[in-house]
């Protein structure tokens, strides 16, 4: 490691006239989980870190009239334990819990989950059936994209040099929406995704589906939106046999996205397990 | 004396004692040797092999440029026998014109900082020419397959001869004939490798090093230093797990060259991932078995191979191969037995000893063998144990009379008890 | 060279720190607090476990720089003045829950910060808790056992 500065923002405006000044001589660091790691093994090379834990603005969870914004900076455990959030977000607090360790938790961010572009990042497939807008700042100002077309590739955002992730924006869930959440680990803690799915479905009183989104992990470079499967299921009746099938027609879709990877037998059978949990959780909640 | 009179009398057995380092370590205080420091220390790093099989040449001449850089140690600097190893001595202390797998220490470099040591390991030159490999201990016995040591790849075969196998499985009802293989695991001790060395007034040299061995570890260190044993001392300090994957040397020679060769001390620490590569791991294991019974589920004969891959080195490869062989029977009296167990040379990372010490493979295949037996025989699982398993006076395939405490029956009734296997295999719940 | 401030074990710093160092790093080399363990350097283990403003973070993912003002407990700020232990380092010395005592430091501080906010844990939530610290020696049962000895030692009125 061979840093020349390192800048601990107190403020957001601190942060990107840093940012403004340094570019890509700089790397922005929050909860550190992944950034202290790839400075001890030289995959980054930063002469100025930027340290944006404790600007406030970041790390807030704000509730507006008619959507929930989180702050970039705000960490896992403090999703999991808000109370703001409620209990129809289940999908994204699960998500936040089923990271790494309390210790992990404790440290990293949202918006490291997403900057790094990770395909196993555990909020992001919430984030995205959540149809979460990514709010962006530069010194120039601000801009609003919805959060898939941030991925590039896998490792890669789509950021300027002097830009950096403020917050995201989801609407808020109404009475008859609501969030799931299934991941697939090796392990109970300390694992890193196989497969996670988060369905977020608004139903009608007869159990019809009248909107449905999908979210993937570790099913693709980045997290993905499973838009057949949503067509698919779209305005059915979702009873245990149409979840079935449903699972069966998002397994194919798998498939064919797997072809030729090792992975495929695996995951296209087991996505039909975290699909189903993540589904019924959410039918769940609607019901409760 | 009666049980009850012993038991007065002890001071310890039968009671809940603190450990006598428990206080030093909830309080943080135990010392391990990273947490060593002393007055003009000098850092240790370790250049290693990244090709399983190659002839090397070593030009540490950029790598001394390196402002900081106090000495870089090769193998023309180990003073007496460049060679280390628990039973056979086919490790070298720095390898000279040779790697024989990823991970084989070429250099040691000592400098002012970590930072300058790991400068200067980027900056030496290893020139590589890779030599053909084997990476399967099942290859590695074929004749013309590529030797990783010059004696042949196969290390140790070890035999039992007990009854007639032959004739035996004529006898037989059921036979479960099964290939089982077991992989390589990683001790990962929670404390990675680390040591420091320095030369006391009297010119003994001292490393400070978590070992399971400190007695061999003294006499490695001398062999390889050119000296008396006499000169050297280990002090063991607290020693964070080990689990068999401190019983070779690790870093200790280079730590005792390195303070000889610059008369200050000289501290190594390893990271995690090079704690993975530098020391022994479970050997990995073929099995082979064919198991045959009678048709009351009386166990008649046995044969078994078990080839084991030593990797690069033996280690303590013979004691594992035997201990796998002796134990491949199972807890089970078996009239006919033929073993053959080998310990083979790969260009893998080596074996040694692990938490079990071979023992750990083989049930892996013996009690999948009474399981397929059992459910030829329609006969449940626990049923067929019972019907087999060792008891006072029984023979094992090794000829040793088991003469007192085998309670392997009341074990399982135990189990049997929560597990309800019986149940189970009749269709019954289970709890 | 950078200078911050911190407070660690109630004791007030200000230390000059390079830019490169980590939080375990400021703690073993400059403040001489050897208790804080490195057994991977990637926040798997959870040895070099430390409270950090009332929460278990691993210092080996923090730089030094972002400990500014921040307040840290480490395993040498548990015991009282007079050397009495915390009820928590008393129950895994009395359970026999330290065996190669590397993780023991890191295992001790995530069972505090449990403790602080959960005083009487079940023993699932206490295996939650420690989720973040390896042992393998594996007397993770006795490890659990001393922490639910310790939630009642502490509710008795420990410190």
């Known amino acids: 490691m061979k840093i020349k500065e390192v800048i601990k923002a107190k403020d957001l405006n601190e942060a990107l006239l840093s940012l403004d000044k340094y570019r890509d001589k700089s790397k922005l660091i929050a909860g550190g989980t992944d950034i202290v790691i790839d400075l001890k093994h030289k995959k980054v090379l930063p002469e100025v870190l930027i340290d944006i834990s404790d600007v406030e603005e970041l790390s807030q969870i704000k509730i507006e009239e008619s959507y929930v914004e989180i702050g970039a900076a705000v960490t896992f455990t403090k999703i999991e334990k808000s109370k703001k959030l409620d209990n129809r977000l289940k999908g994204l607090k699960e998500a936040s819990r089923l990271v790494g360790s309390p210790q992990i938790r404790n440290l990293g961010t949202i918006g490291g989950n997403i900057c790094n572009v990770s395909p196993a990042a555990d909020t992001v497939p919430p984030l995205l059936a959540l149809d979460s807008i990514a709010v962006v700042m530069s010194v120039e100002g601000k801009r609003e994209v919805p959060l898939q077309e941030l991925f590039l590739d896998k490792g890669k955002i789509d950021l300027k040099e002097n830009e950096l992730l403020h917050s995201i924006k989801f609407s808020k869930l109404q009475k008859n929406q609501a969030l799931g959440f299934s991941k697939l680990g090796l392990r109970k803690a300390l694992a890193i995704s196989r497969i996670a799915t988060s369905v977020c479905i608004e139903i009608d009183e007869d159990n019809r589906c009248k909107e449905i989104r999908i979210g993937s992990g570790a099913l693709g470079k980045y997290g993905l939106r499973e838009k057949s499967t949503e067509d698919f299921i779209r305005d059915k009746i979702l009873d245990e046999n149409f979840i079935e099938e449903s699972a069966r027609f998002l397994k194919s879709e798998i498939e064919k996205r797997l072809e030729g990877r090792s992975s495929k037998e695996f995951k296209s059978e087991a996505v039909m397990g975290t699909f189903k949990k993540a589904i019924r959780e959410a039918i769940q909640l609607i019901k409760a | ?431 | 060279m950078k200078e911050i401030n911190l407070t660690v074990n109630g004791k007030k710093h200000r230390i000059k720190i390079d830019e490169n160092m980590r939080l375990i790093d400021l703690l073993r080399e400059k403040l001489n607090l050897l208790g804080t363990k490195e057994g991977c350097g990637e926040g798997e283990c959870g040895a070099c476990s430390i409270i950090m403003d009332g929460e278990v973070v691993t210092s080996c993912l923090v730089m030094a720089f972002q400990a500014e003002s921040a307040d840290i407990i480490t395993i040498e700020g548990l015991e009282k003045e007079d050397g009495t232990l915390h009820p928590i380092q008393q129950a895994f010395l009395d359970e026999g829950a330290t065996q190669c005592g590397f993780c023991t430091p890191g295992m001790i501080l995530s069972a505090k910060a449990l403790l602080d906010k959960n005083p009487r844990p079940t023993r699932v939530e206490i295996k939650e808790g420690i989720s973040g610290n390896l042992c393998r020696c594996t007397g993770y049962n006795k490890i659990v056992d001393a922490i639910e000895k310790a939630a009642i030692l502490l509710e008795k009125g420990g410190n």
């Open chain 2, 1 to 431: 004396m009666k049980k009850e009179e012993i038991k007065l009398k002890l001071n310890v057995v039968g009671k809940n004692i603190i450990r006598v380092d428990g206080l030093s370590k909830v309080t943080g205080r135990a010392v391990y040797p990273q947490d060593i420091y002393m007055d003009n220390m000098l850092y240790g790093k370790t250049l290693r092999s990244d090709k399983p099989h190659a002839n090397i040449k070593v030009d540490i001449s950029e790598g001394e440029k390196v402002e900081g850089v106090v000495k870089i140690l090769t193998a023309k600097d180990v003073p007496g026998h460049n060679y280390h190893g628990v039973l056979f001595k086919d490790h070298e202390v720095l390898c000279e014109t040779r790697v024989r797998r990823i991970g084989d220490p070429i250099a040691f470099i000592v400098a002012e900082t970590e930072e300058a040591a790991e400068e200067a390991m980027d900056k030496i030159n290893v020139e590589y020419e890779e030599l053909d490999g084997v990476f399967d201990p099942i290859e590695a016995m074929k004749k013309g397959a590529p030797k990783v040591h010059e004696d042949g790849n196969i290390v140790y075969h070890y035999k039992i001869r007990k009854g007639n196998v032959e004739d035996a499985f004529k006898e037989c009802d059921v036979i479960a004939e099964t290939e089982y293989k077991t992989h390589m695991v990683e001790h990962a001790f929670l404390q990675p490798e680390a040591g420091i060395a320095y030369v006391d007034d009297d010119g003994m040299i001292i490393v400070v090093a978590s070992t399971q061995y400190p007695h061999f570890d003294q006499l490695e260190v001398a062999e390889a230093m050119g000296i008396p044993t006499e000169k050297v001392r280990i002090i063991n300090p607290a020693v964070g797990g080990a689990f068999g994957g401190r019983e070779d040397i690790t870093l200790q020679i280079h730590l005792a060259m390195a303070a000889k060769a610059t008369g200050r001390p000289v501290k190594c620490t390893y990271s995690r991932e090079e704690s993975f590569v530098a020391h022994c791991k479970r050997h990995p294991m073929v099995m082979k078995c064919k198991t045959g019974a009678d048709k009351n589920g009386k166990l008649l004969a046995m044969e078994a191979e078990i080839v084991g891959d030593t990797g690069a080195y033996a280690s303590w490869a013979i004691n594992v191969l035997r201990k796998a062989g002796v134990h491949i029977t199972g807890p089970y009296e078996i009239p006919n037995v033929k073993v053959d167990s080998y310990a083979v040379y790969t260009n893998n990372p080596f074996a040694g000893a692990m938490r079990g010490f071979g023992a750990t493979q083989v049930p892996i295949a013996h009690e999948q063998q009474m399981d397929i037996l059992a459910e030829k025989l329609d006969m449940d699982p626990m049923t067929i144990r019972m019907k087999n398993m060792f008891k006072l006076g029984s023979e094992t395939a090794t000829g040793q009379i088991l003469e007192e405490s085998v309670p392997l029956d009341r074990c399982i009734q135990e189990v049997e008890k929560v597990m309800n296997f019986t149940q189970g295999k009749k269709g019954g719940e289970r709890e």
